[in-house]
């Protein structure tokens, strides 16, 4: 203990010329000071409210733009434009009959579903949604709360999300719910480590885990500018954390009926829908709090009238363009993509994405490090511009090394691809396997010069055709096989 | 609000109040029709086994996913607060992060080699 504490001041007193650089504090921006415990209460009614209702017309949205883009019409009878699909939807699955097989262990098999639903609002207490308003005579930020770890309770409340599907999958007591919450745990562990480790560079730039401070950070320039490579990543992983298409490999319904929830059935399944998309609305809504400046308005707009269109309810209208445009995202690939194959994502997320993101996140920290002029102080003018000497160096090494990476991928890729393409030989021996295999177009088939069936005693002459030799080695060669 | 975290506990309590609402009505609504077949593991129409695949329990493959999610996992943990104290830590903190994610790299590079990330 003694000697981290050493370690640290040691390391605090080593940039003694930079700590000036630094912000006061990583606590939220956002002020709560006016913000009685009843006034933190409707605003967490009115995002519930807001999340309910999101549900509600993404399912619409989603099925009605997957059946535009499959040429046909989509849900159009309940409702105007079908707008009460959903509605009519949840009103069956309630009078529907809730069913608890034999096999299942019934108290967990219950309570799955209340923690997949109920984890899966609780992110958004941290999501600011808007500017400061006023909200019966109180100044308060339109955000429920905010807490100095704001980004790492969102990871934390998903982690538990995971218990409701595991569970789920466990105490259904059959073998396709095991099997889909099994996969649906493992894979939405594997691809958490890609999505923490992309949100690094982040914290590197805003120097903070305070959404609102990250907000408030991307006034001049939003993150998906600097931080491109970790939005893809954040983005790819957004997805399989989710289990939504091409990544819903928990409940492939050609290899694993429903998986996780085969046997729920009423409100229980709908409990786990509910959360499907709420989760959506919540890795969304992070994203645009961490890469697309949150609630800000787009640059064009912000300029506008001195920024009047920049703040207070104007936020929730710019936060939730945003959140919909990554909603129309997730319908998007569900509508172009055909599933991957399990252990293929499992390859991607760990091989790809963990090394390439660390990667990621070391040449952030040395870009970082010489924007903040730990790397020397140096600068030099080009076109009227100062820049600084380290910066420019530690860019030009970083964009090298990238090259250099894609340039010896690309040179393996295309000698993979040499050495895997496959000549087929002219003439070939149809009985050679031990059992008849057919020409490949442009392939002739070897004539057998003598025909021996059942003839043990006819392979020692060396007329005999192939096919005896075949029959009588074929035991060893299964033998092998096996 | 002087305590921060209180209004993440109203959204748990909506959130459940909620969920456990709509179970809790469709459980009371919904018919109950008894039938034996009804209520068996569903296989899709084949007669089903008495047990889930395996007894129920889990392969070891997914054992080793759960390790090593928690190595890398504690590794971003610790990446986090480096991150977000950077610009008061300096040099030092930029050379230390260097050298812990190569020994991580170490053991990742390891567990490749012996096959912890071939599914099959």
Redesign the interface.
Known sequence: MSLSTAAYDIALSLPAGVTGLAPANDNPVADFSDTPWWVALIKAVGVFVYLLLSTLLVIWFERRVIGRMQQRPGPNRNGPFGLLQTLADGMKSMLKEDITPANADRIVYTTAPLIAATMAFVSFAIIPLGGTVSIFGHETPLQITDVPVAVLLVLAVASVGVYGIVLAGWSSGSTYPLLGGLRSTAQVISYEIAMGLSLVAIFLYSGSMSTSQIVAAQSSLWYILPAFFSFAVYVITMVGETNRLPFDLAEGEGELTGGFHTEYSAMRFAMFYLGEYVNMFTVSALATTMFLGGWQAPPFIAAIGDGALNGGWWGLLWFTIKLWMFMFFFVWLRGSLPRVRYDQFMRFGWRFLIPITLAWVVAVAFIRGAQLGFLGQGTFTIGGRELSVATVVIVSIVAVIALAAAWIWDDKRAEREAAAEFNPPEEIDPFEGGFPVPPLPGQRLREPSGLAVGSGAASREPVTSSVTSTLTSSPVKEETHG | ?SE?????L???G???A???L??F???V?????YNRA???????GIQ??????GG?R??IK?YL??M??IV??IE??F??PF????????????V???LF?LTV?VA?AYV?RRGG?D??
């Not at chain 2, 009804?38 to 899709?44: D, S, T």
Request: charged share 10%; proline share 8%; glycine share 6%.
């Open positions: 609000m921060p975290y209180v209004p993440i109203f959204m748990l909506l959130g459940f909620f969920a456990a709509s179970v009505t469709s459980l609504v919904g018919p109950k029709r009804k209520l068996e593991a569903y296989e899709c089903p086994s008495p047990q889930a695949a129920g889990i392969p997914y996913t759960a090593l999610f890398f996992d971003s943990v990446l986090y991150a977000v104290a950077f610009n008061k830590l300096g040099l030092f903190a930029l230390e992060m260097v994610i790299f990742y490749w990330l599914w099959d």
